[in-house]
């Protein structure tokens, strides 16, 4: 029953062309500021600079570049991927198509792990179409860097991508509202950022800090122990979040029914 | 100006052009399919064609109708 739902939502989620346009958004995101960065002088040149001021721009490093791409994840495509998520079980529950899946014999539990994947899916494949399109532009135009990195790039950032849909799909069980859902997810996600900045080395731990760390990782090559504490803290907290989802969705619909 | 556009290698930036492109054309096609729009329809069309990369995402996150 678990593979017939998730087919089910990787169709709808072809026919409503999310499987094309997140992928291609995510491309996007990924290689602009590399490329922007690299034309920097000429650009500033056509436009004429600032009369006889010498500008100085730094020397971008690989890892610098790999950065940008990341520093667009953290907020269009935090963006991207809250809004995307924002309907995906609440407007099903507001339209009434969630009464006609749950006729079926599914449980509350599947449902809402099918949904969780469904969207997972999606964000992993266009991050990590993404981030290899950041790396080549990387390669190209700014030296090289070593495969393994990005892949370590791949999967720590991938946590905290992972951690913002976990919080979606809760709040998505919680109300009916998408634009509610992604007000609370995006205000959750921004008190987390501002408490583990407001309490600094004390939350080294904090998800929130794994592109912080990520970035110690990229400009010195060794994986520092942060970086592990944040990545297990994260994983600790997208399984206790999803199994608070299920119980939330079942209080929700148990309630209803009564 | 000139000197600019010259020293620009289009291979590089190409690809950049080439999704934004796609972007568009698929939402105008899907825009074209469908017959009801959150909002009126023929504002949706000049987002999407005039407004660069974020056009064709509004649309699809809040134009579509479900």
């Known amino acids: 029953m678990t593979t017939v739902l998730f087919k089910k939502e990787l169709l709808e989620n072809w026919r409503n062309k999310k499987w094309i346009w997140v992928p291609l958004v995510f491309i996007l995101l990924a290689i602009m500021d590399p490329i922007t960065n690299y034309y920097l002088p000429e650009i500033l040149d056509a436009v004429g600079g600032i009369d ?132 609370l997810t995006i205000g959750t996600t921004l008190v987390i950022s501002l408490l583990t900045s407001l309490f600094g080395t004390r939350t080294a731990w904090s998800p929130a800090n794994l592109s912080t760390h990520l970035q110690e990782l990229l400009i010195t090559g060794d994986v520092p122990s942060a970086l592990i504490y944040s990545a297990i803290v994260s994983i600790l907290l997208i399984i206790l979040i999803l199994f608070a989802s299920i119980y939330s969705f079942k209080q929700v619909l148990h309630n209803r029914n009564e | 100006m000139l000197e600019v556009i010259e020293s620009i290698n289009w291979s590089l930036v190409a690809p950049f052009i080439v999704i934004q492109f796609i972007l568009m054309i698929i939402g105008l096609v899907d825009w074209a399919k469908t017959k009801q729009t959150n909002g009126p329809r023929w504002m949706w069309l000049f987002i999407i064609i005039f407004l660069n990369i974020i056009g064709p995402i509004l649309y699809f996150i809040f134009g579509r109708r479900e």
Request: glycine share 6%; aromatic share 16%.
């Open chain 1, 52 to 183: 006889g001021a010498v500008i100085e721009l730094p020397d971008f490093s690989p890892a610098d570049a790999i950065m940008m791409s990341v520093s667009q994840y953290s907020t269009l495509g935090v963006l991207v991927t809250v809004l995307l998520s924002m309907g995906a079980i609440s407007s099903e529950r507001k339209s009434g198509v969630l009464d006609l899946v749950l006729v079926k014999p599914v449980s509350y539990t599947k449902f809402v792990v099918t949904k969780w994947l469904s969207l997972l899916s999606l964000i992993w494949s266009s991050f990590i179409i993404g981030m290899l399109a950041s790396w080549y532009y990387t390669v190209l135009l700014y030296g090289e860097i070593p495969f393994t990195m990005l892949l370590a790039v791949i999967f720590y950032y991938g946590l905290w991508l992972t951690f913002i849909c976990t919080i979606s799909i809760f709040y998505n069980t919680l109300t009916h509202s998408p634009g509610l859902v992604a007000f």
